[in-house]
């Protein structure tokens, strides 16, 4: 819980930061701004901060026009202690092609199983319904109606992110 409320606090001092005027930072490549503004609040926070933080954030629109705005952050020691096991099962939900494509399409609009089925190359309905629990038993799923699959709107920019991390 501590996390969260670390997390919970940063976000309150950058939407603050936000709403205020700043002098322009003194680093002229904005390549890094992100992560210039992360290290402003990583300095602001003092000790909680010393040994650094990640943050993600995105803002994404779908190709059915849906829009997610989405960011966190976490400080790198609460990572490092954390028993990385727990997550194991998300991940494992993703590491399988007929899956990460299955998503694709969910995130494209296509959301029943009938619709899902008609794709080329997924496999049998049996194997759809398989593989369309496991993704909903690891979150990356829900269910919003009979036959019918979204990916929840929290975990659309993480998912987005994953993806990218993944690349080679």
């Known amino acids: 819980m501590e996390l969260e409320e670390r997390v919970a606090a940063l976000e309150r001092r950058m939407a603050a930061l936000e709403g205020a005027e700043r002098p322009a930072p003194e680093v002229v490549d904005a390549t890094f701004w992100a992560l210039e503004g992360l ?23 779908l190709p059915t026009h849906e829009r997610y705005e989405w ?13 990385w096991t727990e997550i194991a099962e998300s991940f494992a939900a993703l590491g399988q092609p007929v899956r990460l494509r299955l998503l694709r399409e969910i995130l494209g609009g296509r959301r029943t199983a009938a619709e899902l089925a008609e794709l ?28 019918r699959y979204e990916v929840p709107g929290a975990r659309v920019v993480p998912l987005l992110v994953a993806l990218t991390a993944a690349r080679p």
């Open 39 to 61: 290290k402003a609040e990583l300095a602001e926070a003092g000790e909680q901060g010393e040994d650094g933080a990640v943050l993600f954030t995105g803002s994404v629109r």
């Open 120 to 147: 080329e190359e997924i496999g049998t309905t049996g194997q759809i319904y398989h593989h369309l629990r496991q993704l909903t038993g690891a979150g990356w799923l829900k269910t919003v109606g009979r036959g």
């Open 71 to 83: 960011q966190f952050g976490a400080f790198t020691e609460r990572l490092l202690d954390e028993d």
